[in-house]
């Protein structure tokens, strides 16, 4: 989505959020205490999955279940959802688990749900909004829901009525049903029971102050948001969109589980961050007293460079492209003249769009002189994708540019339905003196990508072996409006198995670098997986065209299965150059990007989308007659222009 469609959604959210009555203080211990609309919201299940309310939309009836850990009585009553569940999911029919419980972490829930084998998603509040809004009391509560509506026809206990509920509602009759529960033991919501004291909150010491951290950089005059926030009265007008995209995670716009990694860019909030905004918007956003901290942005515009690095050392303008207002543009390769005649070390890069409305992406690299061979390595010289921000070197590390030759920028533009010219600058910040290691790049990826049409959850599977020790800097996930959710795990050769970063939901309009607050060290003959799901079904807002089986391509309506990873090597050093590694890691890409199980080995099956054609040679190519390939083996059946082709960085 370019940014003047993601302005004009964000005035729809809010036109619609500003008819949501926000939940006031609900009665105790009584079935009344329901609200008459179910707001939305977006949980992460127990699986690392992220699941949104209204996503669901088009379902016949949503069924949620409150239970808790260690619970006799959550047990049973998840036995009998479980059994709702394989009635009513081939109809349609979502169902869920919700655990509000306090103190329930996803890691003990997610070992509970596996030892009672329970299918059905548990969704984890922690924060304890959803289950405040819905005014839940006790374990066991079911409530129906009827997604037309979004209001709850049933609320009750695990009995015969909430067979009745749905079955209403699949016959299009809907009928309301309150049912006190008295099994099961209450749930504390220390919150709700205070919450006449959310008026209380401050907006000039509690929430300005969270604003102005988390999301002043982008909502600011010439910013990437689409108002900005310099007042009390901006921030009061948007309250309800701001409650509402809060409560289902779009903002702010960083996506990486909070319980997986820790990365020095998170912008995102914490838990009593999350609950101040939204409490103090359900209290009807007060102004309170004291001055209003952001009245000194007023006078602000976003800077043209990022504050931190200030003014670039060097700044190449690239060439100018008139935009049209429809239609597909195709890639545009600009091949400008190397500021740099000596070979050159960066330390920052940072990209300042002409047009952030148009202009989607920009990947780049260093052109060498064929007249004049590079004495350090080339690459990237910079990238630029939708909420990016500068990519920083660090520890000692810096991007090699050689002396010479040219640069090229793959510029990928998306039209706004107004035409519009695009200046795109590049600002290099360089170190003085070589650094101690190199920063490397590298992307897990697969060319044999294929998300069949209408497929809800489609997974791709790929990965790299690293010959030698290494330090991961930075993780970068990609993919276009199909992605739904990435994971990238490592897997050492002894086989223990840990998670590295996990996006629950993956959102494409907000893509960025993530890096590590302490560089991950991978030991040698360790597996980066990367792992990507699909949403290509009609369901998805985004799908260009769920009719269509979907394979590698460049265009946004087309796909990829792309993440980049920035490293350097444990043994190699400005003055000790080791491109025998690079070429061992880039070795490994083939074999990983088939080898969906893992196992080291390509099985027929493994040959999948544009390679099923590959099947009929696979018995030649089975040399050894093991009904598997090996590295060797198969690197003799692939087509090498083929891999070339996606040896090339690319987003």
């Not at 959102?507 to 990367?530: C, E, M, S």
Request: charged letters at 20%; hydrophobic letters at 40%; proline letters at 8%.
């Amino acid at each position: 989505m370019n940014r003047a469609l993601f302005a004009a959604a964000a005035l729809s959210v809010l036109a619609a959020a500003a008819f949501v009555v926000a939940p006031a203080g609900l009665a105790a211990d009584t079935p009344n205490a329901t609200p008459q609309h179910v707001d939305d919201f977006q949980l992460t299940d127990h699986t690392r999955f992220a699941e949104h309310l209204y996503y669901y939309g088009y379902s016949p009836a949503i069924v949620l279940m409150t239970r808790e850990n260690g619970s006799a009585f959550s047990k049973d009553a998840s036995q009998a959802l479980e059994k709702l569940n394989a009635a009513y999911a081939p109809k349609g029919v979502v169902v869920w688990a919700l655990d509000s419980k306090l103190g329930d972490s996803r890691d003990a829930v997610a070992a509970e749900a596996q030892a009672q084998d329970l299918k059905v998603p548990v969704l984890i509040d922690e924060q304890q909004l959803v289950g405040e809004g819905l005014g839940v009391q006790r374990e066991g509560e079911v409530f129906v829901i009827n997604p037309k509506t979004w209001s709850v026809v049933y609320r009750g206990p695990m009995d015969a009525r909430v067979d009745q509920a749905v079955d209403g509602l699949l016959a299009g009759q809907p009928h309301l049903v309150r049912a006190a529960l008295t099994g099961g033991q209450p749930i504390a919501f220390p919150a709700k029971a205070h919450s006449a004291d959310f008026a209380k909150i401050s907006y000039a010491k509690d929430v300005a102050p969270i604003l102005q951290e988390k999301c002043v950089s982008c909502h600011i005059n010439g910013g990437i948001g689409p108002f900005a926030m310099n007042s009390y009265e901006i921030v009061h007008g948007f309250a309800p969109m701001i409650r509402e995209t809060v409560r289902t995670e779009r903002m702010p716009p960083y996506f990486a589980d909070p319980h997986i990694g820790s990365f020095k860019n998170d912008q995102g909030l914490t838990a009593n961050e999350r609950k101040t905004l939204v409490h103090w918007i359900e209290a009807g956003a007060p102004r309170g007293d004291g001055p209003d901290p952001l009245l000194a942005n007023a006078g602000k515009r976003a800077p043209d460079w990022p504050v931190e690095l200030g003014k670039p050392d060097v700044v190449v303008d690239l060439p100018a492209f008139k935009v049209p207002a429809t239609g597909l543009v195709e890639y545009q390769n600009d091949v400008v003249p190397n500021p740099f005649k000596q070979d050159t070390w960066l330390k920052a890069i940072a990209m300042r769009p002409g047009d952030r409305r148009v202009l989607h992406h920009v990947v780049s690299n260093h052109v060498p002189d064929p007249n004049q061979p590079p004495a350090i390595p080339g690459g990237s010289v910079g990238s630029y994708t939708p909420g990016a921000q500068p990519q920083i070197m660090a520890d000692n590390t810096g991007a090699p540019v050689p002396g010479g030759g040219k640069l090229h920028f793959q510029m990928h533009y998306t039209t706004m339905g107004k035409e519009t010219t695009d200046v795109t600058q590049v600002g290099f910040y360089t170190l003085k003196t070589p650094p101690e290691y190199i920063k490397r790049s590298a992307v897990i990826s697969t060319f044999s990508l294929y998300i069949p049409a209408g497929e809800q959850r489609h997974t791709e599977v790929a990965y790299m072996t690293f010959p030698a020790d290494a330090y991961l800097y930075t993780l970068y996930p990609h993919a276009h409006y199909r992605g739904s959710h990435v994971e990238l795990k490592e897997i050492t050769p002894d086989g223990k198995t840990t998670m590295l970063i996990s996006l629950p939901k993956y959102d494409f309009n907000w893509q960025r670098d993530y890096d590590p607050v302490t560089p991950i060290h991978i030991k040698a003959g360790t597996k980066l997986v990367a792992t990507w799901v699909y949403d290509n079904s009609v369901h998805n807002p985004a799908n260009p065209d769920p009719k269509r089986n979907v394979t590698w391509g460049e265009q946004t309506p087309d796909e990829m299965m792309y993440f980049r990873i920035n490293y350097r090597w444990a043994d190699e050093t400005t003055s000790h150059i080791r491109n025998d590694l690079q070429a061992k890691l880039f070795a490994s890409q083939m074999m990983g990007s088939l080898d969906s199980n893992l196992d080291g080995f390509i099985e027929k099956s493994e040959l999948k989308g544009p390679l099923t054609y590959l099947q009929a040679k696979f018995d030649q190519a089975d040399v050894n007659h093991t009904g598997k390939l090996t590295a060797e083996e198969l690197s003799k059946l692939m087509p090498s222009r083929r891999m070339r082709k996606q040896e090339t960085p690319d987003v």
